[in-house]
């Protein structure tokens, strides 16, 4: 108990740092109402997608299809602005619900090991996004004058997205702390075959995980094509990797069986104060921030490693 304590504290005291020295060293040019929610507004895509990661990575598995589902979703948002608002919303999540499900079943009947299954449908699922749009971006219709609000309104002051990744947050820790569903992702992760004999039902569980994460991914592609007023079908390249390696550096066990969404969300905000930081640098190369945060993981991954070894 302990040691999980001090993980959170670990996680969020380096978040604290990374905000209190470039607020010594950029002044107001970083710590300013317009960058900061530039950064909270940007980590919010990143936070969705995340939070369903977490679900997967607490069953020992691994969605690499969520930057594709983002990318597919973001472009029929756009297509769909044309009809209707809602329609621009609400389909785009179905579709990405779908992909949750294709996953789902691929791993669980199929009994496909979730890197390649969900590395098949990312290409799958990428491959669709640029037939669909013959590798254009889509302009979001001036017929959708509230659309833009999703990505970029605000509600008494703080951005919306804001606001959504954090009910969404509040939504899936309650899920997952207090519910039998929530619960049983535990205990697939930590010993499948111990929570199929305590009557867990193993299959379906593993399968809402993922279909969780299609609909989040598919939720940050809509605000994502919102806020950009466009969907591009190369939007979301990389993102998955960025997901995997927030939920490692905010302490859940790749492993699975260890870990939670709380945990995720200064992970979240450690990579993108990463991102933030180099782009004040103004002569960093931008690649910079993967070898950073590629770093950072590999440290995690490691006393995780180390971690389990004394425990053992």
């Given at each position: 108990m302990l040691k999980s304590k001090f993980k959170i504290s670990g996680t969020w005291i380096a978040t604290f740092v990374l905000v209190l020295v470039p607020s010594i060293?950029?002044?107001?040019?970083?710590?300013?109402?317009?960058?900061?929610?530039?950064?909270?507004?940007?980590?919010?895509?990143?936070?969705?997608?995340?939070?369903?990661?977490?679900?997967?990575?607490?069953?020992?598995?691994?969605?690499?299809?969520?930057?594709?589902?983002?990318?597919?979703?973001?472009?029929?948002?756009?297509?769909?602005?044309?009809?209707?608002?809602?329609?621009?919303?609400?389909?785009?999540?179905?579709?990405?619900?779908?992909?949750?499900?294709?996953?789902?079943?691929?791993?669980?009947?199929?009994?496909?090991?979730?890197?390649?299954?969900?590395?098949?449908?990312?290409?799958?699922?990428?491959?669709?996004?640029?037939?669909?749009?013959?590798?254009?971006?889509?302009?979001?219709?001036?017929?959708?004058?509230?659309?833009?609000?999703?990505?970029?309104?605000?509600?008494?002051?703080?951005?919306?997205?804001?606001?959504?990744?954090?009910?969404?947050?509040?939504?899936?820790?309650?899920?997952?702390?207090?519910?039998?569903?929530?619960?049983s992702l535990y205990a697939i992760g930590g010993n499948e075959d111990a929570a199929k004999m305590m009557g867990i039902k193993v299959e379906r569980n593993k399968a809402l995980a993922y279909i969780l994460t299609g609909a989040l991914s598919a939720l940050a592609g809509v605000i994502l094509c919102s806020r950009l007023g466009a969907g591009q079908p190369v939007s979301g390249s990389g993102w998955e990797m960025d997901a995997v390696a927030a939920v490692a550096i905010g302490g859940t066990l790749l492993s699975g069986g260890v870990g939670g969404v709380e945990k995720t969300l200064p992970g979240v905000l450690i990579t993108a104060l990463i991102g933030n930081i180099i782009n004040l640098q103004g002569n960093l190369n931008t690649y910079v921030q993967q070898i950073v945060t590629g770093a950072i993981v590999l440290v995690v991954i490691i006393l995780q490693r180390k971690t389990q070894a004394k425990e053992a």
């Open positions: 060293v950029y002044g107001d040019k970083f710590f300013n109402t317009t960058n900061i929610f530039n950064v909270l507004r940007q980590m919010s895509m990143i936070g969705l997608i995340s939070i369903g990661m977490t679900c997967v990575i607490l069953t020992a598995g691994i969605d690499l299809s969520v930057g594709a589902t983002v990318a597919l979703t973001a472009v029929i948002s756009a297509m769909l602005t044309e009809q209707s608002v809602l329609l621009a919303i609400l389909v785009p999540i179905a579709i990405g619900i779908f992909i949750g499900m294709v996953n789902g079943f691929v791993i669980t009947k199929l009994k496909i090991v979730p890197f390649i299954a969900t590395l098949a449908v990312q290409m799958a699922v990428r491959g669709i996004a640029y037939i669909i749009t013959d590798m254009k971006s889509v302009s979001v219709s001036e017929n959708a004058p509230g659309f833009p609000i999703l990505g970029r309104g605000y509600f008494y002051g703080i951005p919306i997205p804001v606001i959504i990744l954090a009910l969404m947050l509040l939504i899936m820790w309650f899920v997952c702390k207090r519910t039998s569903f929530g619960r």
